[in-house]
């Protein structure tokens, strides 16, 4: 019975040994790709790198700095500009709206309207803060 024993741990440990995998996790290997969609209005700009300095042919201040490679990585960036003045305008029509629901998370009774002219419960603001009903 020793024998056997003996036996049949040498051959589990022999199996053990094996280099099938190599140590490394191999995942799922009949998975198909992903590939994440870009977000809704926006701009993929790809990884880049560029010269950050004063270049060779700036003679008097090349020992004054020292050009170096400064390397971005990828992101995304949003498809349409806007100046200074059209948030300024988003920022004055949205402000009121921001003002009541952080008041509104003070005092809900005052500031949060529960209800319109016709008795129609809003539950849908009491959700957005996260108050109880």
Known sequence: MKKLLCISLI???????????N??????QSREKFYQPDPFGMAYVPLGSYTMG??????????LNN?????????YMD???????EYRQFVYWVKDSL???ILGEINPDEFLISE??????YMILRTLIGMQN
């Open 23 to 28: 140590g490394e996790l191999i995942g799922v």
């Open 54 to 63: 004063t270049g060779d042919q700036d003679v008097p201040y090349a020992h």
């Open 79 to 85: 498809e349409t500009e806007i100046t200074n003045n």
């Open 67 to 75: 050009p170096r490679t400064i390397t971005v990585t990828a992101f």
């Open 99 to 101: 003002a009541r629901r």
């Open 11 to 21: 051959a589990i440990l022999f199996a053990s040994c094996s280099n099938s995998g």
């Open 116 to 121: 319109n002219k016709k008795q129609v419960k």
